[in-house]
């Protein structure tokens, strides 16, 4: 993962307020709101490849319908021991 430039920074800020469109919004996903332990059906919206914001009708380049599905991309765990896997790093 690459660090944001202040440009991008910005325009990250722009699309969570709706004063810009979104690279890509995924609409009516269901996502666990891990603090309030609550599974909301929110849209995801995605700028600069990285989460702007969640909420309703944000405007957007490209739309993905994800109703009924469950957006996720927090549960990615990429931490992995190779030596428990018995593998080698060529493996």
Do not use: W
Not at 81 to 87: A, C, F, K, N
């Amino acid at each position: 993962m690459r660090f944001l430039t202040a440009s991008e920074h910005g325009r990250l800020a722009k699309v969570a307020q709706k004063k810009e469109e979104a690279d890509l919004v995924l609409t009516g996903g269901k996502v666990i709101n891990c603090f309030s332990r609550s599974i909301e059906e929110v849209d995801v919206a995605i700028c600069s490849g990285r989460i702007a914001a969640l909420g309703k009708n944000f405007p957007a380049r490209e739309k993905v319908d994800c109703r009924g599905l469950f957006i996720s991309p927090g549960f990615i765990d990429a931490h992995i021991h190779i030596e428990s896997t018995m593998l080698t790093p060529v493996e």
